[in-house]
């Protein structure tokens, strides 16, 4: 099940918007030789003794963004409630945020957990810093795991996993004249991190949108519309050896994506079978991304900009659009499903009206139960929704 829309949503939209007013640097198509990594951060700080509590107080909103585990379980993030939990399929979400007594007035923090126990909260500094906390328990407790410097501290952060002990972070910013960004990993679950690369270094990191992670290490930054790239730029960057070096994936563009800069969506992966969607056209791999195939094109009512999707396994999986998902009164929100890994789609009309609604991510755990978040504008601003499905996506009610 995809993670980063992994995580791929309000923050990377504030994101992108900051990449297109500052980034100014193109596309290559060339890997890049990387230095070494020169600054091994080591145990900054041991990790206390004394667990922090959770602020553990149910929540009254809806998260911004939510990855459920299981039919019952899950975790979401949003500005106000950076670490959330569920185990009753979405209907209450409890506030898990460790309880960090100094807070500097301008910190951001942000969350990610592996599974329904294991979990991280970064908590990024102006004074250029990142304290990481880690819990084993769910959230029920946590300790605080180390103090890393960084070398901005005015930006976002993308943080993935591949298991309980290989992570990532990469902290960004847009301060300068481009953006600018370091990518920092570790081997034991948060304890001591390492300095793997920096926008400044030769190392072909462009730090253009989100990170995610294979189980086998194999990481992915993956980018949206609007990027600075030139013709035929894809914005999707593969790192085999940790995030030392990064390239950028090989797509079969069609002539008219040759022309233009190619909006990525995050790739999902089963084992080695892989599907990543670019513009209209639906890519898989079978050999974990070493080479990629056209699979097929999406439904003529689907090949807009604001496509959300999820794959529960390498045959099936959902997709809508936002601008061009609807019966042509706009109203009606319409589904698409596919049983073969993309070959064919089947539309579901549902009972969903579209109207005042901008849907940020659907999120299914098996082939009938599933999550939808949408915004719609109030005259405090917009509001965070989440409805479920029963039946795969025909029908849908609202729960938050």
């Not at 939510?66 to 209907?91: C, L, V």
């Not at 097929?296 to 959902?318: C, E, H, M, S």
Request: overall charge positive.
């Amino acid at each position: 099940m995809r993670r980063y829309k992994k995580w791929e949503l309000l923050v990377s939209l504030v994101l992108f918007i900051l990449i297109v007013i500052v980034s100014t640097s193109g596309c290559s198509n060339n890997q890049k030789t990387s230095d070494q990594a020169k600054n091994n951060l080591g145990q900054v700080q041991n990790e206390t003794s004394v667990s922090l509590k959770p602020v553990n107080s149910t929540v009254a909103t809806a998260p911004d963004q939510i990855h459920m585990f299981n039919e019952q379980k899950g975790y979401g993030w949003s500005f106000d409630h950076p670490i959330m939990i569920t185990s009753d399929g979405g209907a209450t979400w409890t506030d898990v945020t460790p309880q960090i007594i100094e807070n500097g007035p301008n910190a951001k923090t942000t969350g990610y957990f592996v599974n329904t126990q294991t979990g991280w909260t970064f908590r990024l500094q102006p004074e250029k810093s990142v304290t990481v906390y880690g819990t084993q328990d769910g959230g029920r407790s946590w300790s605080q795991l180390a103090i890393v410097p960084v070398k901005y501290g005015d930006g976002s952060m993308f943080i993935a996993f591949s298991d309980t002990r290989h992570g990532w972070f990469e902290e960004m910013t847009a301060g300068h004249a481009k953006l600018s960004g370091e990518l920092l990993a570790t081997s034991n679950g948060g304890k001591t991190w390492q300095r793997m690369a920096s926008s400044n270094q030769q190392s072909g990191l462009s730090f253009d949108g989100l990170l995610t992670a294979q189980k086998n290490g194999t990481l992915w930054l993956s980018g949206g519309q609007g990027f600075q790239g030139g013709s035929g730029c894809n914005w999707l960057y593969k790192s085999t050896n940790g995030g030392k070096t990064w390239s950028q994936a090989i797509l079969p563009l069609s002539a008219i994506h040759q022309k233009e800069t190619t909006p990525i969506y995050g790739p999902v992966f089963f084992d080695k079978k892989g599907i990543v969607i670019a513009h209209s056209i639906i890519y898989t791999s079978h050999d974990g991304g070493q080479t990629w195939l056209v699979q097929n094109t999406l439904p003529l009512a689907l090949r807009g900009i604001g496509a959300v999707y999820d794959f529960i396994n390498k045959r099936q999986g959902w997709v809508m659009d936002n601008g061009n998902g609807t019966e042509p009164s706009g109203k009606v929100l319409v589904l698409y499903v596919t049983h073969d890994d993309g070959r064919s789609w089947r539309k579901i009309l549902t009972n969903m009206s579209l109207e005042n609604k901008y849907i940020t991510e659907i999120d299914f755990v098996n082939s009938k139960v599933g999550w939808m978040l949408y915004n719609y504008n109030t005259e405090a601003g917009p509001k965070s929704v989440i409805s479920k499905s029963i039946n795969g996506g025909r029908s849908w009610e609202k729960i938050k």
